[in-house]
Nanobody, 122 residues
């Protein structure tokens, strides 16, 4: 199971860190990613970590940074220079290594958290 936290209302230009904790096992055998669903839109991949390293969508490259803790059971998404377009529900998701084409594609991911809401508004 995955559980996201850290979402809240922030003003444009501010920073925010989201967390995703895995229960039962860590991410050693999984690719894990961060995804976002804006109001009225489909789910989109933002960043992911796999055996190939970190990947980022062009939407957030340079503003968002993904990381993982030493126990490899918690991943973080550091978001900076937030914009109103960043508003949405943020999800983490995982898939067994080797069992996907791209860990930035929502349809390739098997295990999803319930999401955490980020609202960027003045």
């Amino acid at each position: 199971q995955l559980a996201e936290s850290g979402g809240k209302l922030v003003q444009p230009g501010e920073s925010l860190r989201l967390s995703c904790v895995a229960s039962g096992e860590n991410f050693d055998d999984y690719a894990v990613g961060w995804f976002r669903q804006a109001p009225g839109k489909g789910r989109e991949g933002l960043s992911c970590l796999s055996t190939s390293g970190y990947e980022y969508s062009q939407l957030v490259k340079g503003r968002f940074t993904m990381s993982i803790d030493d126990d490899r059971d918690t991943v973080f998404l550091e978001m900076s220079r937030l914009k109103p377009d960043d508003t949405g529900v943020y999800y983490c998701a995982a898939v067994a290594e080797g069992d996907y084409n791209s860990c930035l594609q929502p349809y390739d991911m098997d295990i999803w958290g319930k999401g955490t809401l980020v609202t960027v508004s003045s």
